[in-house]
C-alpha cells in the first residue's frame, strides 16, 4: 500500500519522486457562499512551478453535502532532459473540506515523471450514494471511504 492509500483525517500525499513540498491554492465552490480558497501541498520535485503553483486546471469530480468536495487539479510537469514531459502534466485527486478550508486527502494519479502513476480510463468511479470513490490506475487500483465530514479511509 502506498503512502496515499491509507486511512486519513487528515492531509495524506503520495508524491513519490520526494522533494521539498509547496503550496498551491485551490478555488472551489463553496455552498450558497460562492467559492473558497483551499491551500493544498504539491511537490517541487515533479511540478515545474516556475515560480508560482497555480493549477493548470480543476475539476470538481464529486461532492459529499455541502461541506467536503472531491477534484482533478493538473500541474505541468518539471521538464527533464531529452525532452521528457516537456508538455507533461501531474494530476492529483484531492479531498477539500471547504467549511475547513483544507485539504484531507491528496494523491498523485497521473504523473508524466513519476514511473508507475498513470491513470486508466475512467480515472474515477463512485458508488451510487457518493460515499466510496475508486480511483483507478494503469497498476494499481484502490477504493476510498469519504464520510460526509471529511475523514477518508481505504475500502477493505
Given at each position: 500500500m502506498s503512502a496515499g492509500a491509507c486511512a486519513a483525517s487528515h492531509p495524506v500525499s503520495a508524491f513519490g519522486a520526494?522533494?521539498?513540498?509547496?503550496?498551491?491554492?485551490?478555488?472551489?465552490?463553496?455552498?450558497?457562499?460562492?467559492?473558497?480558497?483551499i491551500p493544498v501541498t504539491v511537490s517541487r520535485a515533479t511540478i515545474d512551478t516556475g515560480g508560482?503553483?497555480?493549477?493548470?486546471?480543476?475539476?470538481?469530480?464529486?461532492?459529499r453535502g455541502d461541506r467536503i468536495v472531491?477534484?482533478?487539479?493538473?500541474?505541468?510537469?518539471?521538464?527533464?532532459?531529452?525532452?521528457?514531459?516537456?508538455?507533461?502534466?501531474?494530476?492529483?485527486?484531492?479531498v477539500l473540506d471547504v467549511r475547513a478550508?483544507?485539504?484531507?486527502?491528496a494523491r498523485l494519479v497521473d504523473s508524466c515523471l513519476v514511473d508507475r502513476v498513470q491513470a486508466a480510463d475512467p480515472l474515477i468511479t463512485r458508488s451510487p450514494d457518493g460515499?466510496?470513490?475508486?480511483l483507478h490506475g494503469l497498476y494499481s487500483s484502490f477504493t476510498l471511504r469519504i464520510s460526509p465530514n471529511g475523514v477518508v479511509m481505504v475500502a477493505p
Amino acid at each position: 500500500m502506498s503512502a496515499g492509500a491509507c486511512a486519513a483525517s487528515h492531509p495524506v500525499s503520495a508524491f513519490g519522486a520526494g522533494g521539498a513540498d509547496s503550496f498551491a491554492k485551490i478555488v472551489v465552490p463553496a455552498g450558497k457562499s460562492g467559492t473558497v480558497e483551499i491551500p493544498v501541498t504539491v511537490s517541487r520535485a515533479t511540478i515545474d512551478t516556475g515560480g508560482a503553483t497555480n493549477a493548470r486546471s480543476i475539476k470538481v469530480v464529486g461532492q459529499r453535502g455541502d461541506r467536503i468536495v472531491e477534484v482533478l487539479d493538473a500541474y505541468p510537469s518539471k521538464p527533464q532532459g531529452l525532452s521528457r514531459c516537456q508538455s507533461g502534466s501531474e494530476t492529483y485527486f484531492r479531498v477539500l473540506d471547504v467549511r475547513a478550508r483544507k485539504e484531507v486527502f491528496a494523491r498523485l494519479v497521473d504523473s508524466c515523471l513519476v514511473d508507475r502513476v498513470q491513470a486508466a480510463d475512467p480515472l474515477i468511479t463512485r458508488s451510487p450514494d457518493g460515499g466510496e470513490v475508486t480511483l483507478h490506475g494503469l497498476y494499481s487500483s484502490f477504493t476510498l471511504r469519504i464520510s460526509p465530514n471529511g475523514v477518508v479511509m481505504v475500502a477493505p
